[in-house]
């Protein structure tokens, strides 16, 4: 039997993004040979796909894929550990599954799930999806998709931090060239950095700024300063942090990131690069994804880990 060396485990975990004991074990089982070893991950992987299930994969990246200015799609695939998110197996594969969002005709994820797989008529994209997590060795998981099409504009992408958010912005312009471009790559910026909810404070629905009237009214009655003030100076109190609180939440109202200023908006900012490229800029909607959003993560010690298994 061939001596398994550390160096071949490290080329076969570099490979793959399996676990360092799987791929000791895959080696031992094919006497050394590379290859025979990847399709042992696979295998073996595959039977394990449904015991993963019920792992938290909240690690992973997001991505996008565009056809031209008009139509772009962003995605997030989720895996287990930060280590499997920086693979390049991993990488490869979520590049693949935005382009299929690119250009999917589904609706939500269970029917993107039940297509024909972009890269390979002969599997759906969950066929796919258990494919990788037989070779990479932990639980991934697809966990959302948008795409975005533009009739009179355009969409531009934005990826920040090596796939830890993306962003997709839509907008109506009537002259579209490289500095309108520039303009809304800025836009996507902004969105990555500071997380607004909503274009403008006009798509907020009244039960969302009334919830928020209530709380901030509770806050201002239990703040001492404010005891015995008349209503009228309460009220106007509850709408001044109101005002203060859509701007912050309201892409078109937050103050724009590269002001020189410190003061002008977005709105503004888009105004003046509109007269400039003559034509009105108009932001339709936006999608942001930030990996791991809203998911549960569990601390991990990778070295104790490693320990625990040469153990």
């Known amino acids: 039997m061939a001596e398994i060396s550390a160096a071949m485990v490290k080329e076969l975990r570099e490979q793959t993004g399996a676990g360092m004991m799987d791929c000791k074990k895959a080696l031992n089982e094919t006497n050394g040979d590379m290859e025979a070893a990847v399709e042992f991950l696979r295998k073996s992987g595959a039977a394990k796909a449904v015991k993963k299930e019920s792992r938290i994969a909240a690690e992973g990246i997001c991505a996008v894929a565009s056809d031209g200015d008009n139509k772009a799609a962003v995605v997030e695939v989720n895996s287990e550990t930060d280590f499997v998110a920086k693979n390049e197996v991993f990488q490869e594969f979520v590049a693949s599954v935005a382009k299929q969002a690119l250009n999917t005709s589904a609706a939500d994820i269970d029917s993107f799930l039940a297509e024909k797989y972009i890269e390979d008529s002969s599997k759906t994209v969950k066929e796919a999806l258990v494919d990788k997590i037989a070779v990479i060795g932990e639980k991934l998981s697809i966990r959302r998709f948008e795409k975005v099409e533009a009739s009179n504009g355009c969409v531009v992408t934005y990826v920040h931090g090596g796939g830890r958010i993306g962003v997709l912005v839509e907008a109506e312009a009537s002259n579209v060239n490289d500095a309108v471009k520039e303009a809304l790559h800025n836009i996507a910026l902004q969105i990555a950095a500071l997380a607004p909810k909503y274009v403008q404070s006009a798509d907020i629905s009244e039960d969302y700024k009334n919830h928020e009237r209530e709380i901030i009214k509770a806050q201002i009655e239990a703040d001492p300063k404010m005891a015995g003030k008349p209503e009228k100076v309460i009220s106007g109190a509850i709408e001044g942090r109101l005002n203060k609180e859509l701007k ?34 108009k932001v339709k909607r936006f999608v942001r994804f930030e990996t791991g959003e809203g998911l549960e993560k569990k601390n991990e010690d990778f070295a104790a880990e490693v320990a625990a298994q040469l153990a």
Do not use: H, M, P, R
């Not at 078109?252 to 007269?275: M, P, R």
């Open 248 to 281: 912050e939440v309201c892409l078109l109202e937050q103050v724009y990131v590269k002001a020189e200023d410190g003061k002008q908006n977005v709105a503004a900012y888009l105004a003046s690069v509109g007269k400039e490229n003559g034509g009105d800029i």
